[in-house]
């Protein structure tokens, strides 16, 4: 990652409140704490789906070959 576009993230974090800084340090404040904790339910939240969906389309291929085949 270049300098610039480290610079560009820092500045969108810091307009959105999820870091501060404090002289020429950086750290999370609660609202950042807070996103990380939705994020982490969104992604578990997501990869539980997307578990879902294969076994789905897994049932659906099983049915179309029941369907199509000769036997």
Avoid: P
């Avoid at 800084?21 to 539980?48: A, C, M, N, P, W």
């Amino acid at each position: 990652m270049s300098y610039s576009l480290a610079v560009q993230y820092l500045n969108e974090l810091l307009k959105s409140y999820l870091i501060k800084r404090v002289d020429d340090e950086y750290s999370i404040t609660e609202k950042g704490r807070e996103f990380l904790r939705k994020y982490q339910e969104y992604s578990e939240h997501r990869k539980e789906v997307k578990g879902q969906i294969l076994e789905i389309n897994n049932k659906k291929i099983v049915l179309e070959k029941m369907c199509f085949s000769s036997s």
